[in-house]
């Protein structure tokens, strides 16, 4: 009985595997033969589940190894029918691919004859000469995947080092482009660039322009300038003071007044707005630690802050600032 229903699933294999031949050509649905590749699954199911049936009747079990060797080859058998399958309905644009496609004949020979032949020198011979080989066929087609994955992985490492080199070259020429005399705010983009030596001269330029303050001044005025600025002056600034107090008391005011509009009912500060946030507080700590006067402005932030559950690191140093006199 058991015989009967592996014939029957291999008969059933064989059909499938000639429709897959008979879409080869076809061009159904949006991107080819859509039906012929449901075909594929069957096909390779069934094969699989013959070889499984094989393995637990112990029909494989004098091959070299024993059970632990059919079961590789088993694996491998299983590479080889979605191989043979898929250039089945694949035109053949090599000898490779039309022979791939053909092999799944050979294959269900194999298995025909694992399945209905009794043990003898010529049949073993037979399911070595087919099942064997296309299980080690199988097994080498899965050794040729992976060899193409980890190429593919490297090419595509390669080529993003080399478009990131690239990049940061064409960075570093713009910047050196812009020269000593350009906008301040032009040279905020390289404050953080990748490359050490860029971003350490494009901060020593900044530091050293005259007009470095005024144009903060003006800067923390504008919008979309703002939080550049405010950066600088929390991170890079040598020296924020009074200079800047003024300007950075009313870009504090209104940043408060809007991020409390956007923030309205919430119990946890969105990471936009605590990123933000936190800039300010930096820069604003540093400004008061130079002798500007911004208490009011931290005290708002911190009474603003207290209403939120996940902000304790932003109102810490906010506490620990004002713990301290003005250094003016």
Known sequence: MTAFVLNAALALAGLNLALLFSVRHAHWGPEGPVGGGLLLVPYVGIGAAVLAILIARRTLVWVPGGRSTAVALSIGLVIALAVSGYYAMTAPGTRFEHAAGL??????????????AKPSVAARAVIVATLGVGGVAGWIQAGAWLNDYFQAKEQASESGIAHDREFQ??????????????PLWKYFGYMYNSDPAISKE??????????????????LEIDALASDATRYIGEFHPAPGPALAKAFARMSDLALSQISEVEAGANRLSDRSYADVRDIIRAAIRIRKGGGDLTPQLEAWRRYLARFRNTADLAAPIEQALAQPNAR
């Open 103 to 116: 092999s799944g004949w050979w294959l269900l020979i194999g298995c025909f004859v694992a399945v209905n």
């Open 169 to 182: 070259e064409q960075l570093g020429a713009e910047f050196r482009a812009l020269g000593k005399d350009a």
């Open 202 to 219: 494009c901060l020593d330029l900044i530091a050293a322009r005259p007009d470095r303050d005024a144009r903060l001044n003006e800067y």
